[in-house]
C-alpha cells in the first residue's frame, strides 16, 4: 500500500458510494416484469446487480419462460422502455439523495486540493451528478463509451489516473462493490472498500458505512 502523503487523487465509483441508484434499476425492472407477466422473485432481483441492461431484459424474460415471445427489436424496446422509467426516477433526485458524510468528504478533498474523478460504468453519471447537485466536485469524468472492458478489469481505473495526470500509486479508488476493488487493486492504486469486510476483503482499506469515509481514517489506516 501507498504512503498516505503520496496520495495527490481520489477515483470514485457512484453507485453505491456517492449514492444510490440501484433501487431505481430495481424498480424499473420490477415494473417491466409486470407488464410482461413475469414472476419476480427476491432471487431475481439479486441477479439483476451488475448486469448489462440486454442480459437483465433476457433474464427476466426467462424467469417467465418468455423469451422466445418477443423478437431481438421488441427486446431493444423494453430495455429502452426500462431505460425511460429509470430515468424518470433519476430526475426526482435531489442532494437528499447523496449517501451520509459523502457532501463532508468531498469538501475536504477540495480544500486540501486534491484531484477528483468519477469512475462509474454508468452512461448516466453525469446526469446523476447534476441532480445531486455535484458536478463541480468532479470535473473528470471516465467516459464508460471509451472502455473496452467492463470492472473488475482495471481499465477504468487506470484511465481515470491517466485523466488525472497522476501515476496509479498517487490514487486511492473508492469502491462498495468486489469487482470494484478488483479493479483498482489490478490498476496497481490504493482501494478503500465501503461495507462488508467479508465481500470487500482484497480491498486495502474498509470501512462499514460511507459516514466513516474521512480523510483522517484513512490517514489512520495507511499508518
Not at 431505460?83 to 447523496?98: C, E, G, K, R, S
Not at 469538501?107 to 448516466?124: F, R, T
Request: glycine content about 8%.
Amino acid at each position: 500500500m501507498a504512503k498516505f502523503n503520496d496520495i495527490k487523487g481520489f477515483i470514485f465509483d457512484l453507485d453505491g458510494v456517492i449514492t444510490d441508484t440501484a433501487r431505481f434499476h430495481t424498480q424499473a425492472w420490477h415494473q417491466l416484469a409486470d407488464k410482461v407477466g413475469a414472476p419476480w422473485s427476491q432471487e431475481l432481483e439479486d441477479n439483476l446487480k451488475g448486469v448489462s441492461r440486454m442480459d437483465s431484459l433476457e433474464m427476466i424474460l426467462n424467469a417467465g419462460g418468455l423469451s422466445n415471445n418477443y423478437s431481438d427489436e421488441e427486446k431493444e424496446q423494453l430495455a429502452t422502455e426500462k431505460n425511460t422509467n429509470y430515468l424518470a426516477l433519476v430526475d426526482q433526485m435531489t442532494p437528499d439523495d447523496i449517501l451520509p458524510g459523502i457532501k463532508d468528504f468531498l469538501d475536504s478533498l477540495k480544500a486540501n486540493h486534491y484531484a477528483i474523478a468519477l469512475a462509474s460504468a454508468s452512461k448516466n453519471g453525469p446526469r446523476v451528478l447534476g441532480k445531486l447537485e455535484l458536478t463541480d466536485y468532479f470535473p473528470t469524468i471516465v467516459d464508460p463509451a471509451t472502455l473496452s472492458k467492463g470492472k473488475p478489469d482495471p481499465e477504468i481505473y487506470i484511465k481515470g489516473a491517466e485523466a488525472l495526470n497522476l501515476q496509479p500509486e498517487q490514487c486511492i479508488g473508492i469502491e462498495d462493490a468486489a469487482a470494484g476493488v478488483e479493479a483498482i487493486n489490478g490498476a496497481g492504486e490504493t482501494s478503500v472498500g465501503i461495507g462488508s469486510a467479508k465481500l470487500l476483503h482484497e480491498a486495502d482499506i474498509i470501512f462499514p458505512t460511507t459516514k466513516d469515509l474521512t480523510l483522517a481514517n484513512i490517514q489512520k489506516a495507511m499508518g
